[in-house]
């Protein structure tokens, strides 16, 4: 079992910057990626982030939505158990609530990793919100 707790969200304008975190416990050993996933209003949730082996001291890989590609990172604090979305150069597309998500399966495919039913922990959710 593992519980997810995000924080970070707020109102900032077109342009600027925000961190999000995502503390996991439990049991984060167990857990093998953590991704991030978010819903605009009216919208379906769709995949961000993830990053797997995250808990490991071994090389962690990385995955993005093509809409964030080049804007947002994903990295982890291995001493605080969290997991942080580093978000640039933010638009008013980029308005939702970001959901933190954890997986203890390990597939070889990484696509798996950006659907949410290979997700079986969520946070509440944090809301973004971006003015132009």
């Known amino acids: 079992q593992a519980q997810l707790v995000e924080s970070g969200g707020g109102m900032v304008q077109a342009g600027d910057s925000l961190r999000l975190s995502c503390a996991v416990s439990g049991r984060p050993s167990s857990i093998y990626s953590v991704a991030w996933f978010r819903q605009a209003p009216g919208k379906e949730r769709e995949f961000v982030a993830h990053?797997?082996?995250?808990?490991?001291?071994?090389?962690?890989?990385?995955d993005y939505a093509d809409s964030v590609k080049g804007r947002f990172t994903i990295d982890r604090d291995i001493a605080k158990n969290t997991v942080n979305l580093q978000m640039n150069s933010l638009e008013p597309e980029d308005t939702a609530v970001y959901y933190c998500?954890?997986?203890?399966?390990?597939?070889?495919?990484?696509?798996?990793?950006?659907?949410?039913?290979?997700?079986?922990?969520w946070g509440q959710g944090t809301r973004v919100t971006v003015s132009s």
């Open positions: 998500a954890a997986a203890d399966l390990i597939y070889k495919i990484a696509a798996y990793y950006r659907t949410q039913r290979t997700f079986r922990y």
């Open positions: 990053i797997r082996r995250w808990n490991s001291w071994e090389t962690t890989a990385t």
